[in-house]
Nanobody, 128 residues
Framework: QVQLVESGGGLVQAGGSLRLSCAFS????????FGWFRQAPGKEREFVAA????????NYADSVKDRFTISRDSTKKTVNLQMNSLKPEDTAIYFC?????????????????????WGQGTQVTVSS
């Protein structure tokens, strides 16, 4: 079965950068849409970014647009999230998620329930 393992979280000062990575195994990497979601204490899990199966399209939440970049490496079977200009409000547990298939529709890939595989999450803390 598909497994996703995140890494790269940590503590950083406001204005700093972090790079999250998600290692994929157990399936055909090129058949998956991948998303990053985050969940802060007491809040619902929210969409951060998504990338199409072929990497040709990406989409971001307004709150992270122009600061975060999602990418995928088919050779290494990893999905990455480069986070720049971090703010204290970016503090959350970040989750990598995979959705098999070829449905690139924003109302679908922005919803957590659309994804059938999830990583365990990695903590990102941004201090002010």
């Amino acid at each position: 079965q598909v497994q996703l393992v995140e890494s790269g979280g940590g503590l950083v000062q406001a204005g700093g950068s972090l790079r999250l990575s998600c290692a994929f195994s157990g399936g055909f990497f090129s058949n998956y849409i991948f998303g990053w979601f985050r969940q802060a204490p007491g809040k619902e899990r929210e969409f951060v970014a998504a990338i199409r199966w072929d990497g040709r399209n990406t989409n971001y939440a307004d709150s992270v647009k122009d600061r975060f970049t999602i990418s995928r490496d088919s050779t290494k079977k990893t999905v990455n999230l480069q986070m720049n200009s971090l703010k204290p409000e970016d503090t959350a547990i970040y989750f990598c998620a995979g959705m098999g298939g070829f449905t690139w529709v924003r109302t679908v890939y922005t919803l957590p329930r659309s994804y059938d595989s999830w990583g365990q999450g990695t903590q990102v803390t941004v201090s002010s």
